[in-house]
């Protein structure tokens, strides 16, 4: 048998070591590249195997240079170091596993100090700017950023995300949650999608506290609400009589609300046009794709009475062609609020629905023509393949009919009711 080696190396033998792998026994090696860089490597066995690990980097090494105050182990720090490791192995130590296990550790510890450092706010911004490109307008962003600085910040936005628990989110929620419904349930929806992306990140674990169904829905009584796609409408009977007590009013949301009434146009379709989507000359209206519901451009013919409307608002000299009190967009509860104080409890998208009723039961017209008349998607894939028009001279004449049917049956002056002073157009 080889003679066993131990202590085979001498400090002069390091120090002069060529390129290779040298024993210096008991499973003690020194690596020396051709590069000219050297390490000490300890090789033992386990189950059968031999395995290195590295000794010049290990903790118990570090100790001993911060205590000499040198850069590189010497053969008797080596030495040293290689016999605590021995020392392991007899004891049924993997040194390689406890050093992953430790380095595995350190990882977790320092995740973990950069997760807590991640608040909630700073993981809604995140999240805003990772998908405002894809939301329809500006302004439900802007709304998006309002709420939850006006809600949710003053609360939770400087808590560690992962943090963020039911409680919490109660405390943003139940001093509006009968107050303001509607806000509210978009700022919980906020919260809950903000959460949502928190956990994918890896910010946060276990179920997310926002959520409605099942949770906090145990907690949080219902809101009450106006359900999607039942607006209060009027019976188109009574259209007529609603737009002579509009023309009564000398307001510019009077005449937004008739205007919008004329088009069968939604709210936010009429409160935010501008004239450079207006033709007078041609009398047509056309709303960019960017501010449909559908994403399509939609060309409203514009019957007189519309122009008319147009014609008196141009004074005003605003980009807008209904401006608000303030001179920016009107306010989208404008045409709301002013049909409150006509003590009216119709809606004014229920007034879509007015013009759809009156278009079935009075015109003969098709039902595609009153259906794109209120920019509606066609529901047969096959019939929108092949129909690539918009059937507008049908829609003009459409929409000449229901104004004159708005104006009781009479034909239509063109005369407004004046205006307030262009310096300062009111909303109500």
Not at 167 to 184: C, D, F, Q, R, S
Request: aromatic residues 6%.
């Amino acid at each position: 048998m080889p003679k066993k080696l131990s202590k085979a190396l001498t400090p002069l033998q390091v120090k002069n070591a060529k390129p290779g792998r040298h024993a210096d026994g008991d499973g003690l090696h020194l690596l020396v590249k051709k590069t000219g860089s050297r390490s000490w490597v300890y090789r033992f066995m386990l189950d059968g195997n031999a395995r290195d690990v590295g000794l010049s980097r290990c903790p118990e090494a570090m100790e001993l240079l911060r205590r000499s105050g040198g850069e590189e182990l010497t053969l008797a720090q080596a030495r040293d170091v290689a016999a605590i490791y021995r020392m392991k192995v007899k004891a049924g130590i993997d040194p390689l596993a406890e050093r992953e296990e430790a380095a595995a550790k350190a990882a977790a510890a320092k995740q973990a100090q950069q997760v807590a450092s991640v608040t909630f706010k700073a993981t809604a911004e995140a999240y805003i700017e990772a998908n405002e490109d894809n939301w329809r307008n500006a302004k439900h962003r802007q709304q998006w950023k309002n709420t939850l600085e006006t809600y949710a910040y003053p609360f939770i936005g400087e808590m560690p995300v992962a943090e963020v628990d039911t409680p919490h989110v109660l405390t943003v929620l139940e001093p509006i949650w009968k107050a303001k419904p509607e806000t509210a349930g978009r700022v919980r929806g906020r919260i809950e999608a903000i959460l949502d992306a928190a956990k994918v990140r890896g910010y946060r674990k276990g179920e997310n506290p926002a959520r409605w169904r099942g949770h906090l829905s145990q907690i949080l009584p219902a809101r009450t609400r106006l359900s999607r796609g039942h607006h209060k409408a009027a019976p188109y009977a009574e259209i007529p009589d609603i737009l002579r007590q509009l023309r009564t009013r000398k307001a510019v949301a009077a005449l937004a609300l008739e205007f919008t009434i004329l088009t069968a146009a939604r709210t936010g379709e009429a409160i935010g046009a501008t004239w450079a989507e207006i033709d007078l000359d041609k009398a047509v209206w056309t709303i960019p794709a960017s501010r449909m519901k559908a994403s399509r451009e939609h060309r409203v013919p514009l019957p007189d009475r519309a122009m008319a409307i147009l014609e008196a608002v141009r004074k005003l000299g605003s980009p807008w062609v209904f401006p608000g009190a303030r001179g920016g967009q009107m306010s989208g509860m404008a045409m709301a609020m002013l049909l409150r104080r006509m003590k009216s409890e119709v809606t004014v998208h229920g007034f879509r629905s007015s013009f759809r009723d009156w278009a079935a039961e009075c015109t003969g017209y098709p039902h595609e023509v009153c259906e794109m008349a209120l920019s509606h998607s066609i529901g047969n894939k096959v019939e929108a393949a092949y129909r690539r028009g918009d059937l507008f001279e049908k829609r003009r004449r459409l929409m000449a009919e229901w104004a004159d049917f708005c104006a009781g049956g009479s034909a239509v002056s063109g005369e407004v009711v004046p205006l307030r002073a262009a310096s300062g157009p009111q909303n109500g």
